[in-house]
Each structure stands twice: as C-alpha cells, then as structure tokens.
C-alpha cells in the first residue's frame, strides 16, 4: 500500500511509547491530529462518518496530518475514553456531532468533564436561537438551552446554518475543536473559524493540490499512461505525490505538493498538469477540478449554445446533472423523459416505423430522438439516450446494460454501450457517457 | 440524537474506568466489539473505511454490538496504542487490513508484539501461496513469506480470494479477528469462519429489525409523535429499541429487538409497528422499508395508473427518482423539463397570459403545467414542479429555495414551499416532496 499521506514520523506532541521505527513518509508536519465522529447511527450497518473527509482536507491542507479517526456513539464513558486517549497522543482534536439538544448529545459536556472545566450559560446564545427559532414563527423549545451551555474559558463558534454553535478549546498543549455533525453547519465552521485558528499552529508548509479530471478511461488504463510521468515527479524537490481515484465514468488524479512556497508550488504543479495534457488528449475532462457538467456548461456557453434532451433509460438523471451547474438554465432548454414507445413518437417525431424495425433500443432510435428534440427545441445540439436498465427488459441480443446514446448538432453521433451494474449503475453510467459524447462533440466539433 | 442503537450498558468485558453511567439503552448484549480499519489511504480526504459497515452487520445479527470503530494508518506505534485501547474496553477486537505482504503491512506483527506472541513461518501457508502464484505461471517473491507468519496459538482463516490468511487469536478473555482488507476478501472470511466463531460467544440471541419511513416532518417532530409510544417499548420484554434518522424530507425509524425467538420476536415487531400507524397517519410512508417512490409505484400500479411530470427547477430529479425503480416503465408515461418560458408554453399549453401575470415561479403556473402534462400525455395524475433553486434568481418575494408543486388529477393541489440550503438541496427537497404529495393524493384521493 502506497502510504504519502499518513502522517510523517512519530514525533506528535503525544510522544511514542512502542519500540521500532517506523520508516519515513511523506507530509511530516510537526503535529498531527485526531478526529472523533459522535453519534451512535455512525455505528449502525447503514451509516457512516464522512464529515471526517471534509475534516481531512481542511487539516491536509495545512499541512497537518491525519493520525487516527475514531466513531463513538452517544454514550459517556466511551466517548470518554477515546477523547483521553486521543489527547494522550495528539495535540489536536476535532470531534463532529453530539453537539444538538437532547440528552443524547454529550459531547459538549463529556469534553468538559474530562478537562474539569465547569459550564455556563450564554446569554448570547440564547438569544440568537430565540431569534431563528422566532423567525420561522416557532418559539424555542426548553431542551434548546443545552446548547448554549459553553465549558469556561472555550471560545464560541458561531452558527449561521443550525443551533448548536461549535466551540473551540484550548487547554495545555491541546487544541481541542467541537463542531456540529449536520455537514452544512460542520462544513463551513471548519472551513471558516477552525481552519483560520489551526493556521498559526501548523506553521509554513502548506499542501497544494491540483485536481485533474479524465473520462472514458478506466483506472488502470489511466494509470499506465500517466505513471511514467508521475514517477518523475517523486525525485524532484519538493515532490509532487499523485493519487488515482476512480469514479463512475471518470477517473480523478490528485497531484499533491507540500511547500512553504505558494507561488513555486502553484507553478510546479502548473507544469505537471501541462506535462498530462498531451498524453491525456480528448480524454482530459479537466486541470482544475471542474465537474464534467461545469465544463459541458462552459463550452456551451461560450458557443452561445443551447441543448435539448431525450432520454429514456435514464429517466431524466443526465438532465439533473446538467441542471446541478448554478446558471445552466441559460443553456438547457428543454428535456423530455419518453419512456413509452407513444411518448417517443409524440414528443420527439421518432418514426414509428424506425421502433418497429430496430427496437426502441436502437442506434437509430437514439439518434431520432437527439434530431427531434434538438429541431423541436430549436436548439444547436441534442442528446437522446435510450437503453435498458433492468433488471428486466434484457433479452439474448440486447442483455441489461445495452444503453444507445446519440449527439446531434449539424452532423449525429451515434454509439453503442453495454455498462455493468444494476439499474442506478447503468442509469449513472450512461447520464456520465452522455454528457460526456456532449462534450467530445463540443470540442472536437 | 436519539442513541438507542448504541452498545447496551457499559458492561463490557474491558469495564469502566470512567465516571458517570451511561442510562440504559438497548442492545444489552453480554459482549460488544470495537473495529479497527488499518490504512493510511483510509486516512485521506478521499477514502474511508467501509469495511466496517459489513462487519456491523455481521456482530448485530449475532447480536453482539459494536462500541467504537477507529481507523488508523500504517504505524507501528499508533496501530500498537489503538489496539491496546481497545482490549482493554472490549471483549472482541476485529481488525481489518495490513495483512499484505509489504514492509507497510503491519497488523500482524503488531498484534502478536502487543500480546507477546512469538511468529512462526506456517510452512502450509507458504505451499498454498505458491500454488497461487504458480496457478498463474508466476513465482512467489520472497516478500510474500511475511504473510505465513503466524503468532503462536493462532487459528489460520483460509482466504480463497488472496494470498493473506486471516488469524482468529483468543487471549485470555479476548478474542481478535484479523481480517485482509479488500472487501471481496474480508467479506467472506468474515461472514463465514468468524461468524461461525462468534456464534457460540454471543449465544443465542440474535438481532431483528423494522423499519418505518416517514415524510413530511422534521426529527423532533416526528420524535415528539411516537415518543410517547417507543419509549414503552423499552420496558416491554424483550424491549424494542427505536433509532430516529434523518435525510432530506424523510425520517427514519429504525426498530431492534433481540431475541433468541425469531418468531417471537416478528411478532412483537408487528405489533409495535401497528401502534405506529395511527399516530403517524398520512405522514406514514411505509412499514417494512419500502422507499417512497416504491410505495408510490404499488400505488399507482394498484390502481393501473400512470403519471406525467413537469418540472423546472428539479431538472428531470423527479422523474429520475420515480425510475430508479425497477418496473417504473410501467407507470411513469413521461415526463418534460421545461426550463425556458417557451417550453412550458409549447410542451404543457401553459397559457402565456398567466406566466405573464403570475411569473414562471407561481401556483398558478405549476397548476397548469402539471394538468398540461395530464392531458397532454393523457394519463390519470400530472405533476408540475416550478421554483428557483438558485443561487441566482432570487428576490425578496420569491426567494431562492421557494418552489411551487402541484399535482393534478381530476381535482388539483398546489402549494408552495419554501426550501432551506444549497442548489442540490432545493433540488432533492422538491423532488422528494412532489413525490411524496403525489403519494398522499393517491391514498387520500
């Protein structure tokens, strides 16, 4: 296992107790930390912590390594017992959730027991949850109050997206931070307050990022292209560690560069991307982290170009994703959902004929409905889509997963497909390969 | 955050060192487990551990609960304090990865050193590694012999799926898994040899669940609703446990009781789910897990009708929610997003006068494009989806998040909302509640 994120070295404030050293590895920052997730659905077979990533990408950034992360569930002496044992270890502590208004939510006040720290009330706090509670016409219930309760000496962290506020703990060495579980109240609290807080303690080195998006490859295949280039960019100094991701549909490339240098460290990173363009072609979606449906937008936009949907299998999940970009209202015009045979004939002026001779699964179909709505929209460019999903539907010849998807602008594109997986899978896949022709025909075109 | 799902008691073979009981809660099993994920790319901002949600899954159904899960990367001295913490709070100890075969995989030796078990090379390991590789045409590199070390009095797990056996090691009264990391080798290692090994420590009770969706209501509301009802359940024998999740527009109940009498138990279920009923009424979405837009696919398939959609704002969401259901060809007839004023004219004959009078975002406006959408594809029932889901497009009247729906059959109801959040928030929410109100119209209507 490739290990250049852990952290580097076991020299945290908690010290080492075990004999046997571990080898050296990437990001040695001076401290590290540890993430406690609170709430006893984290532990369920159905629910999982992932505020703990947005978390890790906050520390990462500052170079602070992740050393441990822990779930607990809602419960006193266990929760206890970890946040000793992580204060043993580590200097800084990020516990998420437990913070709301039943009796369940002890992480406030466990955390302040440990630390023998009495708790007061404040006044502010009431205050400003009287006020959101009221401007929704709703009086603020008793148990509320708990939220306002602050361990002496803790700094407040405001809340503008719910009513439990975070707090901030700084107590010996440790630096200890609370924050809500919801991730739209986690999310800009440790981005905003604790993010601007940390950075005195994690010093210079910072970790810079670029993130380059590919489609229509698979993982390895990816891999292979890219690796004799990123392995060149490991003997260079500072380094630039690469990690592959894959996605459905897209594969991601994180490039990863600790520097105390922003401005060498961005122009490093600017020539490693500009050394995978050539070798990535039409394959590269993106050398800045913009989502597949962003770019699709941004070309379109700058053609001053519209586009109309058919889709079928998808049941209007590529239409979804388009519409996810802020502003795409601008360029989607229309969609139609035709799933019955009728619908495809109505909306879209398919042939009947063309159903009857090659299926409603079909290479032409497919490019009938991407002419037809793009004529009846009056548009530049249509998609039509048109497959099975399954699980039913399959036959010998046309198995589940069969999936037609067309482009039409001045010329059609059309192709065929056969994506694995159930039925979100092969609705996923193809919404992904749709938008995907779309932007191939975009720049190619 | 109610927490009735957590380990039952602080009763563990490890004690209690802490001060201050936990209240009783369910899941009072004799022996409850702590999970240890180990990898460092576990630890990024881009992976986390979902081994453990398999291995839950497995220790609930025998009833055993899980106490805390921690994930830790690939360091002798943090993996060595981890795993002392946790036996020295719980009977089971279950740890999942670094059994491969390099200098970062180091589970194995840590565990044995933490225990003071002397590692003897199993000379049948290493025949069955090299038959492995040979079965490919290769020859076993010599790093590979780490993984036939085996700590003294250990039981070797046979992995089909891979080179790393698991370890099963019971230490005094202790008892610890090791298991490989990937999932198709964890998975079933863990459901069989340490399912088969855990059976006799758990005894014969066995976990049974329920569970009860619900919309249209917040948690606390819904918590304040059946409260009075669960929490009688506690004292029932054996009791029944009630876990309240929320998503986006749903709540979740999630009802557990163990019991070594399975038929007993469906029984208690039952009748514990038919208290429910009442007191939930229409808000009651489903009883034995069903998803909202399955309930409102039997429903329309019981009745033989279909439906159309129109929407705006949720840009096809709605109708990809309704299809993600297998079979939902058979009832979903079609489905238009008409993003432009021109499309909502053309496609759904709204009248031009009125989206002049009313604007596109109105009652008026989401009422004829959902009965457009009826007569037009000529089904029983119509949607119409129209609001602005920002971040632009907002105004003091009208802004983002508000979003009208209406539903149209031979009577028609719109109403408008207000949504909280983000883009893709408003979205779900939309979609989630226009599909919940066609639900309420096909049960009440």
């Not at 023998?116 to 205050?127: K, R, S, T, Y």
């Not at 630039?240 to 520097?259: R, W």
């Amino acid at each position: 296992m490739a290990d250049r994120l852990s952290p580097g070295g076991d020299t945290a404030a908690g010290g080492d107790t075990a004999a046997g050293g571990d080898k050296p590895s990437g990001l040695s920052t001076s401290i590290d930390a540890a993430i406690i997730a609170v709430g006893s659905e984290l532990l369920t077979p159905h629910k999982t912590d992932t505020n703990s990533l947005f978390i890790s990408q906050v520390l990462n950034d500052l170079g602070i390594a992740v050393a441990c992360k822990t779930i607990v569930g809602d419960r006193r002496a266990e929760l206890t017992s970890h946040i000793a044992h992580a204060l043993d270890r580590h200097r800084i502590l990020i516990l998420t959730g437990g913070l709301g208004p039943t009796d369940d939510d002890l992480t406030r006040e466990v955390v302040a027991a440990h630390l023998g720290l009495p708790m007061d009330e404040d006044p502010a706090i009431v205050a400003a949850m009287e006020r959101r509670f009221a401007a929704r016409g709703w009086k603020m219930p008793a148990v509320n109050r708990r939220q306002a309760l602050v361990p002496r000496g803790a700094t407040v962290l405001a809340n503008p997206n719910g009513t439990a506020p975070g707090l901030w703990i700084e107590h010996g060495a440790s630096v200890i931070a609370l924050l809500p579980g919801p991730p739209r109240e986690m999310k800009p609290m440790m981005d905003g307050d604790v993010r601007a807080r940390l950075a005195p303690l994690a010093g210079h080195v910072r970790l810079h990022r670029r993130l380059v998006r590919v489609s229509g490859r698979g993982e390895s295949a990816v891999e292979e292209m890219v690796q004799p280039i990123y392995s060149g960019w490991l003997n260079q100094a500072p380094p630039i560690e690469t990690t592959i991701l894959a996605g459905l549909g897209q594969v991601e490339l994180h490039l990863l560069l600790q520097s105390s240098d922003a401005v060498q460290a961005a122009a490093a990173l600017e020539a490693a991307v500009n050394q995978l363009t050539p070798v990535l072609g039409p394959d590269l979606v993106s050398i800045d982290g913009r989502e597949l449906e962003a770019v699709v937008g941004d070309l379109l936009r700058g053609r001053g170009w519209r586009v109309a949907l058919a889709e079928s299998c998808t049941g209007g999940l590529a239409t979804s994703r388009l519409t996810d970009v802020p502003g795409s209202s601008d360029y989607v015009e229309r969609s139609v959902v035709a799933y019955s045979n009728e619908a495809k004939i109505e909306l879209l002026g398919v042939d009947a004929a063309l159903v009857t001779a090659h299926g409603a699964v079909s290479e032409p179909v497919a490019a009938a409905m991407a002419s037809g709505i793009r004529d009846r929209a009056r548009v530049n460019v249509g998609i039509g889509i048109t497959g099975i999903a399954g699980p039913g539907g399959g036959s010998e010849h046309k198995p589940v997963g069969t999936v037609c998807i067309a482009v039409a602008g001045r010329e059609t594109r059309v192709r065929s497909y056969r994506f694995p997986g159930g039925r979100e899978m092969v609705k996923a896949l193809s919404a992904n390969t749709a938008i995907d022709m779309l932007r191939r025909f975009l720049i190619e075109g």
